[in-house]
């Protein structure tokens, strides 16, 4: 099993990992320093500088040109397109496919099984009394407006955040034009004006804490600052709330209704007590799934960012209440994260970098199995290719925290859509269990042996059924509706409710006039017992808390093919009327392992092709051939689009001695080895067991070719 925590310090930048080098030869003192020693320091810094390109040279990135590259090699695709499509849906082409799949791969590993979860696999279609136990059918909404003219639906924070970047943009550019700002302003159409700095700052605070205002509030800073409707111009309506569930008619006769379930989450309650005894009644545990989730988005936008038909991947880990420590909590106690607490929001003072062990101590975090989880998360992310400086902790402030939540951390990613929401992390408590324990009378809980027994003295009710049945006849539900209310749970009563009722009865002579719900109704002492017990008790019984990291896959992989694009320098292949793009993916997610070409399409070559594939997917790595009639260098580069990490050239010199070229996508560096060799090689970078530069400190580089 590969080792699954990785040393969070380790520098990831390009111009760390540049300066670092530059640093290593200007220590040498230049009077003592030989060439022997001082030559390969130098080479090494322009393989570092060559490999290390994306960053250092592409400081402009063109969103449209990257989604021009991934239209064009169909990574993805809008549904539906011939028919015109219809927004927020999108299918996955061959690259985009073996992407998700290999992250979700990755997924498995790092959490499934580096962590011992179950993995199950629960209905997309949900009946609606579940939903209607879980909260989400009052609760899972947005706030939206209208044209008051056209009735074009907004979502209004979505409309109020697009209303103030483009206002702060038009003013920053009108600002750098200066003199020529009036000019500016007629040539690009721009709408805004050039903003005061008091002005800006108060943008910039309000979108910093968008997520803290509710419609009504949020609609009288929209008075405040004069938003209507962006095309038209006209006044908006009011915000009403908008269910975001599809819902849907279960059978024929329509008479079942249902819903598309809008997160994986309800599959795990629901089984929580076959899971449980599947897991031999240990505590605790975690549940996990992959599976679609559909959510009727009101403004479907930004690609795979917010999508109508999405993929997500949930963790549901049991704790006990009184016990939320984690085992392995030290394994990552060191590791410092980006956080952006509720404190630092309301103070507006920005991220601060805490090791999470240091965070769970203070309180910031709750407790250690919410911030091992954040660790966790952290380091996945790390791996599948996201830029570590590009990733924060975001803590929910109170009134944006879902009602099942008593603590919740986003970890969001930035994009050139800002920072994006990708992974939640929330304390659920007891919320989902306990609702569904109380509409179905099932018990939801776990039952533990005590050390040693323990006895509890408590007040109890107890009714005489003989006499209430005959008394209330068809109301004696409710009767009985009051009794449980005086309950504090299934098990314990309220002491306070019981003495009270008791004293009633006393001082009424044996009967007392009760009214609930609109329904009144006399109760007498032969009809119930009120007194104390004491009862020795030998097994605790509780309903576990739920710790509940969810994944967000089309917009990790929305973020992270952001993160590894960029345009190579264009001397490393002239004859691209274009400089070429290059998506660097880590291997072990990277679409393709491997490209295999040779050095034309003569017949003489396919023998050593079919060897090469058929030892590349003997260990389990995918392959493409391309013998197109093109240079190998253009070979290479269509490769480079779609992440091809490596590419193994069959030349001439392979019929003479059976070895073959492997090319390093991001370095273009090139060794040579026998096939068994470069296929033991290629296997290992891909599973994480040595690295590119471990490879080249091992063999030779090999430099005949210049591809």
Not at 525 to 548: A, C, D, G, H, W
């Amino acid at each position: 099993m590969q080792v699954a925590f990785y040393d969070s310090q380790e520098v990831h930048t390009p111009e760390a990992a540049v300066n670092e080098q530059v640093e290593t030869i200007c220590a040498f003192k230049p009077s003592s320093v030989s060439k022997e020693t001082l030559g390969p320091e130098v080479a090494k810094l322009k393989s570092v500088f060559k490999s290390n390109n994306n960053a250092l040279a592409n400081r402009n990135f063109d969103r449209s040109a990257l989604d021009a590259v991934l239209t064009r090699r169909f990574f993805f695709a809008p549904s539906f397109q011939i028919y015109g499509g219809v927004a927020g849906f999108f299918d996955y082409g061959p690259s985009g496919c073996a992407l998700q799949n290999n992250i979700l791969d990755v997924w498995r590993k790092h959490f499934v099984l580096e962590e011992d979860m179950l993995e199950i696999d629960c209905t997309n279609i949900t009946t609606d009394n579940v939903f209607k136990t879980s909260g989400h059918v009052d609760r899972f909404a947005d706030w939206i407006v209208r044209d008051s003219i056209t009735r074009e639906i907004f979502r209004q924070d979505h409309l109020v955040k697009q209303v103030l970047k483009q206002r702060l943009e038009d003013s920053q550019i009108l600002s750098k034009a200066g003199a020529n700002a009036a000019y500016e302003k007629k040539r690009l159409k721009i709408k805004g004006n050039i903003l005061d700095d008091e002005i800006i700052k108060e943008y910039e605070n309000l979108l910093e804490s968008l997520d803290n205002y509710q419609g009504p509030e949020l609609f009288e800073l929209m008075n405040k600052f004069q938003i209507v409707s962006p095309e038209t111009g006209n006044p908006l309506t009011e915000p009403v709330i908008f269910n975001l569930m599809f819902d849907c008619q279960i059978g024929p006769t329509g008479k079942e209704k249902g819903y598309l379930r809008p997160e994986t989450a309800q599959g795990h309650f629901l089984n929580f007590k076959k899971l449980l005894e599947f897991n031999s009644n240990r505590m605790p545990f975690a549940s996990a799934s992959v599976g679609k989730s559909f959510r009727n988005e009101i403004s479907p936008r930004g690609g795979l960012l917010r999508l109508r038909e999405f993929t997500i991947a949930e963790i549901e880990h049991f704790v006990d209440p009184l016990n939320k420590q984690h085992l392995r909590f030290n394994e990552i106690r060191s590791i410092v994260l980006p956080l952006y607490s509720s404190q630092n929001q309301i103070n507006n003072s920005g991220i601060i970098h805490k090791e999470i062990g240091e965070a769970v101590d203070e309180g910031m975090v709750n407790n250690e199995t919410l911030g091992y989880f954040m660790a966790r998360i952290y380091l996945f992310l790390v791996r599948i290719g996201i830029d570590k400086n590009r990733i924060r902790f975001r803590q929910h402030l109170s009134n944006e925290m879902a009602h099942y939540a008593t603590d919740c951390w986003d970890a969001e990613i930035e994009s050139s859509s800002g920072w994006i929401e990708c992974v939640g992390c929330a304390d659920r408590s007891a919320y989902d269990l306990t609702a569904h324990s109380k509409a179905t009378n099932e018990k939801l809980i776990v039952r533990e042996p005590l050390p040693k027994p323990i006895y509890r003295t408590s007040w109890v009710l107890s009714a005489n059924g003989k006499i209430l049945g005959p008394k209330f006849k068809n109301d004696v539900s409710k009767v009985k509706d009051y009794f449980l209310s005086l309950k504090n749970d299934d098990d314990t009563w309220n002491s306070l409710e019981l003495i009270n009722l008791k004293r009633k009865l006393e001082l009424g002579k044996g009967r007392t006039l009760i009214t609930t719900n609109n329904f009144s109704f006399e109760i007498t002492s032969e009809m119930l017992t009120i007194e104390q017990k004491t009862e020795k008790i030998s097994i605790r019984e509780f309903t576990p808390n739920v710790i509940e990291p969810s994944f967000g896959i089309g917009r990790i992989i929305h973020s992270l093919i952001e993160h590894v694009y960029w345009v190579r320098n264009v001397s490393l292949n002239e004859e691209k009327k274009e400089p070429p793009t290059v998506l660097s993916f880590p291997p072990i997610v990277a679409p393709y392992k491997c490209l295999i070409v040779p050095l034309s399409n003569q017949d003489v070559f396919i023998p050593y092709i079919k060897e090469t594939v058929s030892e590349l997917r003997r260990l389990g790595l995918s392959s493409r051939i391309d013998d197109s009639a093109g240079s190998i260098g253009r070979r290479y580069a269509r490769s480079d689009e779609i992440g091809i990490p490596f590419g193994v050239t069959v030349d001439f010199q392979t019929l003479k001695d059976g070895t073959v070229t492997l090319r390093e996508r991001d370095s273009t560096n090139q060794i040579r080895e026998s096939t068994k060799v470069i296929s033991r090689i290629i296997n290992d970078l891909c599973t994480e067991q040595t690295t590119w530069a471990e490879v080249e400190k091992t063999y030779p580089i090999f430099v005949s070719q210049d591809v």
